[in-house]
């Protein structure tokens, strides 16, 4: 079965600064790799997707993700934190591309940004 | 487009008695839909998936005959918490696939179940 591990419940940046979000994942399969965005009691947002495509993933806000088979990692950066960008962030991974794969979430990062 | 909507935002129940969401996809059919529940401050956890016409499928440990969920048609599927009780309080939300776009889910935007 698949998971997904976010390394560190709550990052804090300053504005302006790096932001790495930590992810790995555990597939027996070829993954599909997903980061959603969550603001407070609202939905899920994708940000980005991994497909098998290129492993570079460029999102949306300035978001990109680096797929790692290597390292079993799909961590989320952005080169320039706003403070928009303080939210909660979900990586989540998906075994197949059948309607009924599941996406099962990673315990998510809360994202913090100190002016 | 790929719009998922879902209803109500938040709903204040009283112990005891059942509580529907509505999950619609608004612009697309929706070949599967599946349900999650999040606890304050933590993840989503998957609840079941559910396709038109069939059956949903329960994960481990969700109570099937407390969540019912209804999929009748490829644009609505259905969650009903039976007997609520102070414990189901969480925040519920579907999300759906479409058809010929299997490897992306498009979430709703959650509803609020408070159960005094």
């Known amino acids: 079965a698949q998971s997904v591990t976010q390394l560190g419940s709550h990052v804090s940046v300053s504005e302006g600064a790096l932001v790495l979000l930590r992810c790995n994942y555990s597939?027996?399969?070829?993954?599909?790799l997903f980061w959603y965005v969550q603001y407070p009691n609202q939905g899920l947002q994708l940000l980005l997707k991994y497909t098998s495509a290129a492993t570079l993933v460029k999102g949306i806000n300035g978001f990109e993700a680096e797929f790692k088979k290597s390292e079993t990692s799909f961590h989320l950066t952005k080169p320039s934190a706003h403070m928009r960008d303080a939210a909660e962030y979900f990586c989540?991974?998906?075994?197949?591309?059948?309607?009924?794969?599941?996406?099962?979430f990673g315990s998510g990062t809360r994202l913090s940004i100190r002016p | 487009g790929a719009v998922v909507s879902q209803h109500p935002s938040w709903v204040i129940c009283k112990s005891g008695t059942s509580v529907k969401i509505e999950c619609r996809s608004l612009d697309f059919q929706a070949t599967t839909m599946f349900w999650y529940r999040q606890f304050p401050k933590q993840s989503l956890m998957l609840m079941a998936t559910s396709n038109e016409g069939s059956k949903a499928t329960y994960e481990q440990g969700v109570e099937k005959d407390k969540f019912l969920i209804n999929h009748a048609s490829l644009t609505l599927s259905t969650l009903t918490v039976t007997s609520a009780h102070p414990e189901d309080s969480s925040f519920y939300i579907c999300?759906?696939?479409?058809?010929?776009?299997?490897?992306?889910?498009?979430f709703g935007q959650g509803t609020r179940l408070t159960v005094v």
């Open positions: 999300s759906a696939k479409a058809r010929g776009m299997n490897t992306e889910a498009f």
């Open positions: 989540a991974v998906s075994e197949g591309s059948s309607s009924a794969s599941k996406i099962i």
């Open positions: 597939s027996s399969v070829p993954p599909y």
